[in-house]
């Protein structure tokens, strides 16, 4: 992936410093995390984000930065969150007439508080509606190339879009909607979230195609990257790994070759009218 012709976003606040901490020996204690992400891959279910008590925990407390990150991991972050600013700022301008309100990535060790409850590193990298910030303990990564053999720097790009793609639905009105749509047939939550996630998919996607077109920041073999990630964190991947059997109607994001399918979608099309997961008849 090539950053060279990408600036860094000023919008990343770094908590890692003196943070509390999970797990044994400073580690963030996460080896059931493929179990977890069965529920919230890539982040937090929207469902049980809209439905967290409000308000910041109390009982954690971690100072944030504003000095930007200075180690090779959190650069690359403040580069790929400047990329889908700029991507999402001409996309907002050119095909909705709007303006894109900047979200703000925290980067965090093992748990921080945020405007949804505690986060931790065992949700994976999610996204809070209510304060409109990406979460990110970075050790997920590791996660990534050793536990799901999802590897490379594009893969890790991917799972910061996709994230923010939840922070574009929030903003196009579609989480309001998808918790109007949840109190009227609660029977479809999952069927619900699935379209949920298969839509920050497709917008990772729209993202990746228009920074190509811009900025040419695909190298050979970073989509395949990215296609490996959605692949190897299907709900049918990590039910069959995690517990030898695959149950379609517990899915909350969506099987591999829908995640791959939406990707590539949005990744084809650079559209966002070509993400409406919600009218599909089978997404």
């Known amino acids: 992936m090539r950053l060279d012709r990408s600036r860094s976003s000023s919008n990343v606040e770094d908590r890692r410093s003196g943070g509390p901490r999970l797990g044994r020996g400073g580690s963030i204690g996460i080896g059931g995390l493929i179990l977890a992400l069965v529920a919230v891959y890539f982040g937090v279910d929207p469902a049980v984000v809209l439905n967290m008590v409000e308000g910041t925990d109390s009982s954690v407390s971690t100072p944030a930065s504003t000095v930007p990150p200075d180690d090779p991991q959190g650069q690359f972050v403040a580069k790929v969150l400047g990329e889908t600013e700029d991507v999402w700022s001409a996309i907002f301008a050119q095909q909705t007439n709007g303006q894109y309100p900047e979200p703000r990535l925290v980067l965090y060790r093992g748990m921080t508080p945020t405007a949804c409850g505690t986060g931790q590193a065992a949700m994976g990298p999610f996204y809070c509606p209510a304060d409109q910030r990406v979460y990110l303990d970075l050790a997920f990564f590791d996660e990534m190339q050793q536990r799901l053999n999802a590897s490379g720097d594009f893969a890790q790009a991917y799972v910061i879009a996709h994230e923010v793609g939840h922070h574009v639905q929030n903003a196009l009105g579609t989480f309001e909607r998808y918790a109007t749509a949840r109190q009227q047939a609660p029977a479809q939550a999952n069927a619900l979230s699935v379209r949920m996630e298969l839509q920050a ?23 395949e990257e990215a296609i490996n990630a959605a692949a190897a964190v299907g709900d049918d991947t990590l039910q069959r790994r995690s517990q030898g059997q695959v149950v379609p109607d517990s899915f909350t994001h969506g099987s591999s070759a829908q995640r791959v399918r939406w990707f590539q979608r949005g990744l084809e099309s650079g559209q966002l009218r070509e993400c409406d997961t919600f009218a599909a008849a089978n997404p």
């Open 201 to 223: 998919d497709c917008y990772a996607g729209v993202w990746a195609h228009h920074a190509q077109a811009e900025r040419q920041i695909l190298e050979p073999g970073d989509v």
